[in-house]
């Protein structure tokens, strides 16, 4: 991400790569009828991460890894929270972590929150172990140089600042900003969040910091939280809490969990899944950065909605995951395509379009995995994009003079072990176009340097794999990524990242208007041709539009109460539109012209949302829908919106085409993907009420998918033959079942022959069977 630079529209666009389906086995008034199973590569699930680190044996555990950003939101949430602090390299952490997870489930917890305060994991990338990162133990960071070290410790210390006592955190830059940053940390008695006298195996409060330090803040602690527990004057934010480390027996550390859960109460314990998380964190942050740009957030709107969670749809397909959460998925091995997304809440460029990599994600029935290159989420070490936010692992590994810095081998290390394939738009043989770093971290190796990516980032992994449809050099995993290819004048290819905004991957009439400086430029595009307008300041010039005062640019002027029109002439020749007007020192757009624009577009959306929605549908069915992407790509060229840049106003238009085209080609990425839809369980047919010769019966087809899953839609059809007559019903799917009214027939054995094309989730199927009528 470049802040706030979004991209104008670039010439060049990915190819959609083709995906085929096979028919199902299926069944019909058990009746079974076989056809070829479906081949079906799918997308890769990585669900033993905690297997492989803790050692659990639950298909489904209890615990559930969270990020720093995302502990530090629940931290702010209502309820009453579980969580497990520790680090798997601590001694006997893992045997703890066990004996938490069993006592868990037996006492009937839902969710037990595992923080590790260790960032880099101790991950193995390769065969290179990288070096702790434990925030809990700042001095311990070796690879790191000092003061990023104190950074590193401000980390911890803002965490503890919500459950702990006697530590002071103050915070610049803005909360919920990029610039947010943890600038000094004090102790303070007088900061008091746990009255103590809580612990099941200790007495006093689990962190306090009232004498200047705390001699446990390395032990791994299980405790229960809550907010707003106690009361104003006497605060009691520790439920419950259990000190891991002085456990040395399972049996009595399951005896302490389940009494800590019980102080609380099992079923009082709160989950708050992934979606919550994105919708508050995404929706507040984009609300606090338009208001920074002088936007109204209440025109623009939110970016997520409940409705991007429906379980019809799939639910919410984006999960966040820690340093060694990625490096478990990048070393599994895997015939399936892993879908990475690199990016972060407090990144504009990557809200502008996390809403539609979802629906993607949703309609090809994909998992979505998101780490964020900065360890903070943008919390604490300010400027995100910055060369000196030590946090920020995607930054060189030596910051001006100051010698390491920045963890820069954590990204090094991913991207030229598993990675080496990647396409970015900085140039890695200019300037800041490539990341040095050191490998493993240790500082007497040669400095290496590799690729500099900027989110969103978006790509297709499988381990091991060498194909690459953007580069023939070095091999690696990447089988497909998000990016614009174009082709200099010698032949070479070059890339352009997709960054944009909210407001120009949905643009909405109404969003913005801006009234116009003087002398200010304006850019709008008339029937496809741009044309260039200014202002009229100088009473020489002659009013009016078209306008026949010229100046050396060969620009028109327009006078103060002069009105320019961009209108859009319709392909099939109807009466052109008034799509925006500038009038009186104002740029507006029309809704209602905009929809008679729109009009002309057949099928018929009511508006640009509607637009919007159509061409992704056309975008990403089975078969697209050329003449309809055409059409409605021709709409979008013809709509334009203002904004402030600078000291002027210009067009937004090349945004507005970039953001909608950044959308767009989420089809074509995820298309490509293998298994893009999945297969169904079973079709079945089932007889409800057999028609006889003289009544009508009732046959109740339904369409077994996954547990968890999205439901099937779209509509079924069943043909009932016997010799030569026919007969044919059809319905739709709710919620994957539909049941169809079947005509009298006339005796003898009726073939039945039931047909479903398949929808944006699952492939096509077919099955047959009889139906005996005997009277």
């Known amino acids: 991400m470049n802040p706030f630079t979004p991209r104008k529209r670039a010439a060049a666009a990915l190819a959609a790569a083709a995906v085929a389906v096979a028919p199902l086995a299926v069944s019909v008034a058990g009746t079974s009828a076989s056809a070829a199973p479906a081949t079906q590569a799918g997308n890769y699930v990585d669900s033993g991460y905690l297997q492989s680190a803790l050692g659990l044996t639950s298909a489904a555990p209890v615990i559930e890894t969270v990020t720093y950003d995302r502990f530090q939101w629940l931290l702010q949430q209502p309820g009453k929270f579980a969580f497990l602090v520790g680090d798997p390299a601590d001694a006997g952490f893992k045997t703890r972590a066990q004996d938490v997870e069993a006592a868990a489930e037996q006492a009937g917890a839902k969710k037990v929150y595992w923080f590790d305060p260790n960032l880099s994991g101790d991950a193995v990338v390769g065969s290179t172990t990288e070096p702790n990162l434990d925030i809990r133990q700042p001095s311990g960071i070796t690879s790191l140089a000092t003061a990023s070290q104190t950074v590193y410790g401000y980390a911890w210390d803002n965490l503890v600042s919500y459950f702990g006592n006697g530590l002071k955190v103050t915070i610049t830059g803005g909360v919920g900003t990029e610039s947010a940053k943890v600038s000094d940390v004090t102790t303070d008695p007088t900061v008091v969040n746990d009255q103590g006298g809580t612990g099941v195996n200790g007495t006093g409060a689990l962190y306090d910091y009232t004498g200047g330090s705390d001699a446990t803040a390395t032990d791994d602690y299980f405790f229960v939280y809550d907010k707003d527990g106690g009361s104003a004057s006497a605060p009691q934010k520790i439920v419950s809490w259990v000190d891991l480390s002085k456990e040395s027996d399972s049996s ?69 995951i820690t340093y060694p959460e990625l490096v478990h998925l990048l070393t599994t091995d895997t015939s399936k395509n892993a879908v990475i997304l690199f990016g972060g809440t407090w990144c504009p460029n990557t809200r502008a379009v996390i809403k539609f990599v979802n629906q993607y994600a949703q309609r090809n029935n994909a998992t979505v995995y998101n780490f964020d290159t900065v360890l903070d989420g943008g919390t604490v070490g300010g400027g995100t994009t910055s060369g000196t936010n030590p946090l920020q692992s995607r930054n060189n590994a030596w910051n001006g003079s100051t010698q390491f810095a920045n963890p820069s081998n954590l990204y090094g290390d991913v991207v030229t072990t598993y990675l080496k394939n990647l396409a970015t738009e900085y140039d890695p043989t200019i300037g800041s176009g490539s990341v040095t770093f050191y490998k493993g971290g240790n500082q007497a190796a040669t400095p290496l340097s590799v690729r500099k990516l900027q989110v969103p980032y978006l790509v297709g992994y499988q381990n091991g794999a060498s194909d690459n449809p953007y580069t023939s050099a070095n091999g690696g995993g990447v089988t497909r990524q998000w990016i614009q290819q174009h082709t200099d004048v010698n032949g070479a290819p070059y890339y352009t990242e997709y960054m944009s905004e909210w407001y120009y991957t949905h643009p909405e009439a109404g969003q913005i208007g801006l009234t116009i400086p003087s002398d200010a430029a304006i850019w709008a595009t008339v029937n496809g041709a741009l044309k260039t307008f200014k202002w009229n300041t100088d009473p020489t010039k002659v009013a009016g539009y078209p306008n026949t005062g010229t100046d050396a640019d060969d620009s028109s002027y327009l006078g103060g109460a002069d009105t320019a ?151 079924v059809k069943v043909t009932l033959k016997s010799g030569k007559k026919t007969k044919t019903v059809s319905g739709k799917l709710v919620k994957g079942v539909v049941t169809l009214a079947v005509p009298k027939l006339p005796k003898g054995t009726w073939t039945v022959t039931i047909s479903w094309p398949g929808d944006t989730h699952y492939a096509a199927a077919r099955a047959t069977g009889t139906i005996k009528v005997t009277q």
């Open 252 to 320: 009595a550390t399951k005896t302490d969990v389940a009494t800590a859960i019980g102080k609380a109460g099992a079923s009082s314990l709160t989950q708050l899944d992934q979606f919550a998380f994105w919708k508050s964190e995404v929706n507040s942050k984009e609300a606090v950065q338009e208001q920074q740009r002088g936007l109204d957030p209440a025109k623009i709107g939110p970016v997520l909605g409940d409705a991007d969670n429906a379980s019809a749809d799939g639910g919410w397909r984006i999960q966040q």
């Open 565 to 715: 029109k961009v209108t859009y002439t319709p392909a099939n020749g109807s009466t052109a539109a008034t799509v925006v007007a500038v009038s009186g020192g104002t740029v507006a757009i029309s809704p209602s012209a905009l929809t008679s624009a729109l009009a002309a577009v057949s099928p018929k959306p009511a508006n640009l949302a509607a637009a919007r929605t159509a061409l992704l549908a056309a975008e990403s069915a089975a078969t697209p829908n050329s003449s309809l992407i055409s059409n409605l790509s021709t709409v979008f060229a013809a709509w334009t919106v203002a904004q402030t840049r600078k000291s002027s106003v210009q067009s937004a238009l090349g945004d507005v085409q970039f953001g909608l085209e950044a959308v767009n080609k989420l089809g074509t990425f995820f298309g490509g993907l293998s298994g893009s839809r999945t297969a169904t369980a079973a079709l079945t047919g089932t007889v409800v009420k057999a028609p006889t010769t003289t009544t009508p019966g009732r046959y109740k087809v339904a369409v077994k998918v996954p547990a968890g899953q999205a439901k099937a839609t779209g509509t």
